[in-house]
């Protein structure tokens, strides 16, 4: 009871008034039922709270601007990676609308979420996208979620190819959780605009009996044959990060950069059983980092 008044007051109102430090104290408060130890965290969750506050990184702004962040992939992994782009602007204009393919992907830079996949340009009219568009540059997605790497990110909008699977599907979504540059764990999201289904994964792809904010998926996919190649990848992009999750797409015999996150669900996402919240908290050493605290 007492933490469905605590959400009410919250999102009514109140999270305007606190500090970055408060306002992540009291949405853990009412995710997890307890407040976050920040003085001394052990949990994942916990640990990635004191990363948003403390960790404030040229680097991490960086990885969160979905188009400067091509520039990082393609100077530390190559080009190859790379989805293609069609194109980058700072308002979708008609003349924009037109230059792109009949198929494509269309995303917000400054924010997570903003995401538009076009199957047939053709179907769709261009005034829904505009105003869709439209909402996406005029949120301040640091104001929504309080994470320090979106406070005044400059909005835009990029197209990329849209990846299909060999059944002409979204692909699954990869996401390598990366501790001081080396993989803790995967993550594979499938069927994530439809019901989905997310199973964790050693690095060995060994699955773990274990859920994190979405339920398993019933069948467990077999290990992808680039997989040795997509860890080496995935740490060779996390190696200057403390913590990162790197995002990949595993199409064919192709892998393509998806995102670098930087924390990943906010840090509200909970694990079932709890246990491997500690578990993982364990990989993650928060000595002797950090350049800026928030108040």
Known sequence: MIRLIVRKFFWGGLRHLLTDKAWHRWRYYIEFGFFPDLNQPNRLSE??????????????????????????????AGREYLIPLYGCWGTLTHEAWDSLPDSFVLKATHGSG??????????????????????WLSTDYYRFGREWVYKDLKPGLIAEELLLSSKAEIPADFKFFCFHGKVGFIQVDQDRFGEQRRNLYTSSFKKLDAELHHPAGVVDMGKPAQLEEAVKLAEKLAEPFTFIRVDLYLPGEKIYFGELTNYPGNGFE??????????FGELLSLSGFGSGSAN
């Open 47 to 76: 640990k990635i709270q004191q990363i948003k506050l403390t960790e404030q990184t040229d680097l991490r702004r960086l990885a969160a601007d979905r188009l400067r962040v091509r520039d990082y992939i393609e100077q530390r």
């Open 114 to 135: 903003f995401v538009r996949v076009i199957r047939n340009k053709k179907e769709v009219p261009f005034s829904e996208i505009r105003n869709e568009t439209d909402r």
């Open 270 to 279: 909970r694990f079932c059983p709890d246990k491997w919240d500690f578990h």
